[in-house]
């Protein structure tokens, strides 16, 4: 390296020094915080033995949580990616009154705490609330039942899917629609063939978050669950439970569940960002110039 | 097939895009809509493509072979629409490209797989793109993509065909050999089409007539050496190419500025009137001497070789500049020098009164 290059790179780039404070305080930081209590889990998990940790499986309660919460993202995840898929077409392919209100609506649970969501649910579906009384009547129960576990799920997931469309459909415009229905296809097919090709990995991205947090959740079910085992209690609440009973052999045993499906959510989210990159940037190389009237 | 367009007016919200736009295309031409952006060329064209409807009224029509179509959707209008930027459909092959609008019709009206495999083939050789069936569009360059845009939109053999800035994204050369393809194809296939445009040069050059749009109004409807040399109003002369305006007074039937005289067609005008002259550059003619009562003086101040005419610009007494085109030959028989002092002449100008458009 010539003189001169060595202080080009000397003036382009920060001391060695700073660099390495910088990397490795973020490194411990990370370590410490997020990959230390992660890896406690799977050790409190296993410290008793393979045998202690699958008989937490065994346990009609432990089973009992684990069907309530496939049951709850497996109702609250497709209803939301109806709803996602719904809502940013609407958004980003129509014009109307009130666009700007329903983008802001569509947040608003990550605005509130899961709690006062849950709340919301007993003040209007609870025995002293609005429909509850009403909705008695016909004998159905709503809250610490499971459609009330499973209605806080879809509230606090409602944003998942929508959030992730809204800016990848508004960036792709809707002139590939026009094209197929110019082409004689009719709104099935465009949607089929067009529209739904063009944000897949979107959506799968969409889903693959929905449902991490659809399972995860606890403030909201925790408030309209009846906390009874074997009752409505979802996975996170029994963990609760247990661990409130200091069982943290099966507490961490539950939870490691959690764990590994957050591990696999964060790699088919790395993947699956890979492949939203791949497709904005095949969209990028299409040569665009200003100038329409 | 032809197409009327009657008492057409469009607006969002405030912006007024179609003004009681009234026109009519005969079969088998090849129409240029004309203007800059935002004058309401590509909102007309999507109007007759049925993917915009006009602010109600109950005379505003638009009828395809005198039948009015309002009720049509855009699928069931046969109209073959190539959009600026393609859209071609970026998961599927060239080859499904071209087939989609084959393999969406209803089943019983569905071509057989051997039969689309023909068609595609053949419009792949029309647009010479032959064993690129297989490509992703991504993989094409610019004029290939809007080749194939082309052919999608021929294979559900269309009445019209409706092309929005297609060339709009090409670089020069691209875009000159595509027009030139385009109007053969256009005379070859036998179709209507229309054309959006903001390039003049390619309005005049492919077109059978020019409709020039400007502020949601049609300015003028002609053949292009029509409009070239009949220009109706200040804006198409403004717009049509360069053109050198000078600032002039009404006297006596004339327009005067400095010793120019221009005869007004209507000597009604009152003297006094600001007029507005407009000359073309290669209307102007250069001598060393002065020629006649209308010559002005100038003095070189540039002079550009590059092209088939050289292009000089020049500077009037008044320091206004003047743009003169003349051909090589006559540059070199003057001699001329950056410095010089000229004469120029105008041998052709239009003269434009406010309120009193001539």
Not at chain 1, 51 to 71: G, K, W
Not at chain 1, 150 to 169: D, G
Not at chain 2, 88 to 113: D, T
Request: charged share 20%.
């Amino acid at each position: 390296m010539s003189l001169n290059a060595k202080r080009l790179k000397r003036e382009t780039t920060d001391p060695w020094w700073v660099r390495a404070i910088i990397i490795s305080l973020s490194i411990a930081f990370v370590a410490l915080m997020l990959v230390l209590p992660l890896g406690v889990v799977f050790f409190e998990a296993f410290r008793k033995g393979v045998s202690v940790y699958l008989a937490a499986f065994q346990d009609r309660n432990a089973i009992r949580a684990i069907t309530m919460t496939c049951l709850a993202a497996g109702i609250a995840v497709p209803l939301n990616l109806v709803f996602g898929i719904a809502a940013s077409w609407a958004i980003a392919k129509f014009n109307f009154r009130g666009k700007g209100l329903l983008i802001a609506l569509i947040d608003l649970p990550f605005a509130i705490s899961p709690v006062i969501s849950g709340l919301v649910y007993i003040l209007v579906f609870g025995m002293q609330g609005w429909l509850g009384k009403w909705l008695e009547g016909y004998g159905i129960q709503v809250i610490f039942a499971v459609p009330g576990i499973v209605l806080a799920t879809i509230f606090v997931t409602f944003p998942f899917v929508a959030r992730e469309l809204i800016p990848l459909m508004q960036e792709q415009g809707s002139e590939e629609e026009w094209a197929a229905i110019s082409l004689g296809a009719n709104g099935f097919q465009t949607f089929w063939r067009v529209t739904l090709p063009n944000i897949k990995w979107g959506v799968l991205y969409g889903v693959l978050l929905c449902n991490a947090r659809a399972m995860g959740e606890f403030g909201a079910v925790s408030v309209v669950s009846s906390n009874i085992r074997g009752g409505t209690n979802t996975l996170p609440l029994h963990i609760d439970a247990l661990y409130n009973d200091y069982n943290s052999v099966a507490a961490f045993a539950m939870a490691s569940i959690l764990a590994s499906l957050g591990v696999i959510t964060l790699i088919g989210k790395t993947l699956l960002e890979r492949k939203l990159e791949q497709e904005s940037n095949s969209s990028l190389e299409s040569p665009t110039t200003e100038g329409t009237s | 097939m032809s197409i009327e367009i009657q008492n057409i007016s469009k607006s969002f919200g405030a912006f007024t895009a179609l003004k009681d736009i009234s026109l009519k295309i005969e079969n088998g031409e090849l129409v240029s809509l004309l203007g800059p952006s935002g004058s309401g060329k590509t909102t007309l064209l999507r109007v007759i493509a049925g993917m915009e409807s006009p602010d109600p009224n109950p005379n505003s029509h638009v009828l395809f072979f005198g039948e009015d179509v309002a009720n049509k959707p855009v699928g069931d209008r046969k109209v073959g629409f190539v959009f600026q930027h393609y859209a071609l459909f970026k998961h599927m092959s060239v080859f499904e490209n071209i087939a989609f609008g084959l393999r969406v019709r209803p089943r019983s009206q569905r071509p057989s797989e051997s039969n689309i495999r023909d068609k595609v083939n053949s419009l792949l050789k029309l647009i010479q793109l032959e064993g690129f069936g297989t490509r992703f569009p991504r993989q094409l360059s610019g004029g290939q993509r809007q080749r194939v845009a082309l052919a999608r939109a021929l294979a559900i053999e269309p009445q019209v065909l409706l092309l929005d800035e297609p060339f709009g994204a090409l670089d020069a050369k691209v875009r000159k050999g595509l027009r030139d393809w385009l109007r053969g194809l256009h005379d070859e296939l036998n179709t209507t089409t229309i054309l959006v445009t903001h390039d003049q040069e390619e309005a005049l050059e492919v077109s059978d007539r020019v409709v020039v749009m400007n502020q949601a109004k049609i300015e003028q409807v002609g053949a292009p050496a029509e409009v070239f040399h009949h220009p109706a109003s200040e804006f198409v002369i403004d717009f049509l190419g360069n053109v050198n305006v000078f600032q002039g007074r009404i006297n006596q039937g004339q327009a005067v500025l400095d010793n120019l005289r221009v005869r007004l067609s209507d000597p009604s005008i009152p003297d006094g009137e600001q007029a507005k002259v407009y000359v073309r550059p290669n209307d102007i003619s250069i001598d060393r001497v002065p020629q006649g009562l209308s010559s002005m003086a100038a003095q070189v101040t540039r002079i550009n070789r590059a092209g088939v005419q050289a292009k000089l610009s020049l500077e009037l007494d008044n320091k206004e500049e003047i743009r003169v085109d003349i051909s090589m030959d006559q540059l070199s028989e003057l001699n001329l020098q950056l410095g010089d002092a000229v004469f120029v002449h105008p041998n052709k100008a239009r003269v434009f009164v406010p309120d009193y458009t001539i």
